[in-house]
Nanobody, 126 residues
């Protein structure tokens, strides 16, 4: 089992920045794939960014087109924490952001992750 706890959400003005954190506990060695998803009111949950642990010097990342160049995902294996640095935020980035984890399989942008956090609210005002 793996437990995930997100933090770092809040209210920010358009153009601002936030950094989300996802602290993992439990069998973290079993989940090389970690991702961030978001769900806005009335919309489906969508992939935002993902990272796959390959080795201490190598990770693979993937981003949704809507956040490329603005968001950056990183992972601190020693702290079992994944971060999502969000810059140049837009009102359309407003959503509940969820962290997810899974064993390595397929594309990082898949919807089917085994473990999920409870989410953290991000609100971007115009």
């Amino acid at each position: 089992q793996v437990q995930l706890v997100e933090s770092g959400g809040g209210l920010v003005q358009a153009g601002g920045s936030l950094r989300l954190s996802c602290a993992a506990s439990g069998r973290t060695d079993s989940v090389p794939d970690m991702g961030w998803f978001r769900q806005a009111p009335g919309k489906d949950r969508e992939f935002v960014a993902g990272i796959r642990w390959i080795s201490w010097s190598t990770t693979n990342t993937n981003y949704a087109d809507s956040v490329k160049g603005r968001f950056s995902i990183s992972r601190d294996r020693s702290k079992n924490t994944v971060y999502l640095q969000m810059n140049s935020l837009k009102p359309e980035d407003t959503a509940v952001y969820y962290c997810a984890a899974d064993r390595a399989r397929g594309t990082l942008a898949r919807r089917e992750y085994e473990y999920w956090g409870r989410g953290t609210q991000v609100t971007v005002s115009s």
